[in-house]
């Protein structure tokens, strides 16, 4: 067995397509000179333009737009009333969405490139162009270890400038997971939820001046696809013509043996994270949250569920000790200091002080 195939990846944790030791890795996989070409501008880019590997793409395309066209509001959105159409998870009811989201070439490259098995958990079908502010999916969706997870966008039909064409940063995805810490903000005590999202438009705005990156556009054909990276930031151009339709689909994935969660409704440190409850597409059945092989602890999840962690300072006024003691005798047995432990611990898990 030569060296290569030796090789002991130091970095497991994360992706093998933004490791520094991407060349070893994945060039041990024997990859086709087009795997290759797609994991350099995965890796350069944070995305890489690809045909989606489907014989029978023109008739899936087809066959979801009529079978989508009558579940959208298109009064309204013509009306100006909602910025985008979009269905979300239509591959519940319709078999096509679901045969792209899980198709084995793109599941087979997606493992090469991230060093794990990926799974499709979420489907978005838009019937016009998405129009959205720049941002980065790592807010919505994220992983722990980090970046294990990834869009792969195809046009159903052909995009152009007047209907609604992908934009995106090239080389942002490089940039740090900046999250609510970083901006400042604690999610659990806001005034509403995501309250914060337009600090987080500011932010990406100067991001994206003071690193002078100029934005690119992807001018589909249909059956052309972008898988991107989850830090990468990118936007919906304008729908300029109203009466024209920009058929797509994005697929979201992630990788196997990661904790999956919410970062803009999550402040990890101060007891709250949203963690995702998920279903493999591909497969079927729940996905367990794990770290290094290793489920989370339902009981962690639970408690830690956002909403249940802003604690107060103060005792309750009627806060008796004994009583607290009695009817919590694992904290009795414990001997701790019960009004210590009911501030620290006992708000957040719901025990009974009476």
Same mark, same amino acid.
């Given at each position: 067995? +030569?060296?290569?195939?030796e090789y002991r990846n130091p970095l497991p944790g994360v992706p093998v397509v933004e490791s520094p030791f991407f060349e070893r890795l994945f060039m041990a996989q024997d990859?086709?000179?087009?795997?290759?070409?797609?994991?350099?501008?995965?890796?350069?880019?944070?995305?890489?333009?690809?045909?989606?590997?489907?014989?029978?793409?023109?008739?899936?395309?087809?066959?979801?737009?009529?079978?989508?066209?009558?579940?959208? =509001?298109?009064?309204?959105?013509?009306?100006?009333?909602?910025?985008?159409?979009?269905?979300?998870?239509? %591959?519940?009811?319709?078999?096509?969405?679901?045969?792209?989201?899980?198709?084995?070439?793109?599941?087979?490259?997606?493992?090469?490139?991230?060093?794990?098995?990926?799974?499709?958990?979420?489907?978005?079908?838009?019937?016009?162009?998405?129009?959205?502010?720049?941002?980065?999916? +790592?807010?919505?969706?994220?992983?722990?270890?980090?970046?294990?997870?990834? !869009?792969?966008?195809?046009?159903?039909?052909?995009? =152009?400038?007047?209907?609604?064409?992908?934009?995106?940063?090239? !080389?942002?995805?490089?940039?740090?997971?900046?999250?609510?810490?970083?901006?400042?903000?604690?999610?659990?005590?806001?005034?509403?939820?995501?309250?914060?999202?337009?600090? *987080?438009? *500011?932010? %990406?705005?100067?991001?994206?001046?003071?690193?002078?990156?100029?934005?690119?556009?992807?001018?589909?054909?249909?059956?052309?696809?972008?898988? %991107?990276?989850?830090?990468?930031?990118?936007? !919906?151009?304008?729908?300029?013509?109203?009466?024209?339709?920009?058929?797509?689909?994005?697929?979201?994935?992630?990788?196997?043996?990661? +904790?999956?969660?919410?970062?803009?409704?999550?402040?990890?440190?101060?007891?709250?994270?949203?963690?995702?409850?998920?279903?493999?597409? +591909?497969?079927?059945?729940?996905?367990?949250?794990?770290?290094?092989?290793?489920?989370?602890?339902?009981?962690?999840?639970?408690?830690?569920?956002?909403?249940?962690?802003?604690?107060?300072?103060?005792?309750?006024?009627?806060?008796?000790?004994?009583?607290?003691?009695?009817?919590?005798?694992?904290?009795?047995?414990?001997?701790?200091?019960?009004?210590?432990?009911?501030?620290?611990?006992?708000?957040?898990? !719901?025990?009974? %002080?009476?």
């Open positions: 067995m +030569s060296l290569r195939n990859p086709t000179p087009e795997e290759v070409r797609i994991a350099q501008d995965l890796r350069e880019k944070g995305y890489a333009v690809v045909d989606f590997p489907e014989p029978e793409f023109d008739r899936l395309a087809t066959e979801i737009r009529e079978e989508l066209s009558g579940q959208y =509001d298109w009064q309204a959105w013509r009306a100006g009333q909602i910025p985008s159409l979009r269905i979300q998870d239509a %591959w519940e009811t319709n078999a096509n969405v679901r045969r792209i989201a899980a198709n084995q070439h793109v599941l087979k490259l997606l493992e090469r490139l991230y060093g794990r098995r990926a799974f499709p958990f979420q489907t978005l079908n838009f019937a016009v162009g998405t129009q959205q502010h720049v941002h980065s999916d +790592s807010v919505h969706f994220s992983s722990i270890p980090e970046r294990f997870m990834c !869009g792969v966008w195809v046009a159903l039909e052909d995009i =152009d400038m007047d209907n609604g064409p992908l934009m995106y940063y090239p !080389g942002s995805h490089k940039w740090p997971l900046y999250l609510n810490e970083h901006i400042g903000v604690n999610s659990q005590h806001l005034n509403r939820q995501f309250a914060q999202y337009g600090d *987080y438009e *500011y932010l %990406w705005r100067e991001l994206i001046s003071v690193h002078d990156v100029k934005p690119e556009i992807f001018l589909a054909k249909k059956g052309q696809a972008l898988i %991107w990276s989850a830090n990468l930031l990118h936007a !919906g151009g304008k729908q300029n013509d109203l009466n024209r339709t920009r058929y797509s689909q994005v697929t979201h994935y992630y990788f196997d043996d990661c +904790s999956y969660y919410t970062p803009l409704a999550s402040d990890p440190f101060y007891g709250n994270i949203y963690f995702r409850n998920l279903m493999d597409i +591909s497969q079927g059945g729940q996905v367990a949250n794990k770290i290094c092989g290793h489920e989370v602890p339902e009981a962690f999840i639970k408690v830690t569920v956002p909403g249940k962690t802003a604690r107060s300072t103060k005792l309750p006024a009627d806060f008796d000790p004994e009583a607290y003691l009695a009817l919590n005798p694992d904290v009795k047995a414990a001997n701790v200091e019960p009004a210590e432990h009911y501030l620290n611990h006992g708000q957040r898990e !719901g025990r009974r %002080w009476r």
